[in-house]
């Protein structure tokens, strides 16, 4: 049972452009969402996070966005860069600081010079 | 900086031996975790420890076990390796402190199983 969800396995952007991942959750109880990057043969880097108390978070050219209601998640870079082609994955947890992290499928991002 | 380190970046084991992968990191974590990442299934849980000598399993521990004798280090012990174990393999910690759950990852060791 895949409890996050990233529903598109890849996506192709042109340089310049922005960039929208989505992730979408079924366990009510997660209340902490990161997003994470990997490089091929790396291990995945911390992007962004937000918490459930928030509805938007924002880092330079990234911005994480939360609606509670409809379990949905969605990562935006802008203006999209040829280093941000990588794999994407959301994750999720129940508690602050001890709980795991329950990560989803991955999206493949391609950024088009 | 963080740092996690795994031992090894590729590994080629034969089928029924044990194999042992082992990680360090150096920020004094309380919180160490195993992953396994598959095309198209992402990052699934093995086990994870939040103290040291304690474990708890993850999502997919079947074939697995882990040992946390020091703070510092979280070894992954595959007790008898099969082809369906070839994977790529991360190793994370976490403070686990409230008000942040990011994990730090390390460079991953490709498995492979033959």
């Known amino acids: 049972d895949q409890q996050v969800k990233q529903n598109s396995p890849s996506l192709s952007v042109q340089e310049g452009r922005i960039s929208i991942l989505n992730c979408d959750y079924t366990?009510?109880?997660?209340?902490?969402f990161l997003w994470y990057k990997k490089y091929p043969a790396e291990g995945p880097t911390f992007l962004i996070s937000i918490s459930s108390i928030k509805d938007k978070n924002e880092d330079g050219r990234f911005t994480v966005f939360l609606n509670k209601s409809a379990k949905h998640l969605s990562l935006h870079i802008v203006p999209s860069q040829p280093g941000d082609s990588a794999v994407y994955f959301c994750?999720?947890?129940?508690?602050?600081?001890?709980?795991?992290?329950?990560f989803g499928t991955g999206t493949r991002l391609t950024i088009i010079p | 900086d963080v740092k996690v380190t795994q031992s090894s970046r590729y590994l080629v084991k034969r089928t029924g031996e044990k194999v042992f992968l082992e990680c360090v990191q150096d920020m004094d974590h309380e919180n160490m975790f195993w992953y396994r990442q598959d095309p198209g299934l992402g990052l699934r849980l093995i086990y994870f420890?939040?103290?040291?000598?304690?474990?708890e399993k993850g999502d997919i521990p079947e074939g697995y076990s882990v040992s946390r004798e020091k703070k510092e280090r979280f070894s992954l012990i595959l007790e008898s390796a099969s082809t369906n174990q070839t994977s790529m393999y991360l190793c994370a910690s976490s403070d686990g402190q409230p008000g942040t759950t990011e994990a730090f990852f390390g460079q991953g060791t490709r498995l492979t199983v033959v």
């Open positions: 366990n009510s109880m997660f209340d902490y």
């Open positions: 420890s939040y103290d040291v000598k304690m474990k």
């Open positions: 994750a999720a947890s129940v508690d602050f600081g001890n709980e795991k992290l329950t």
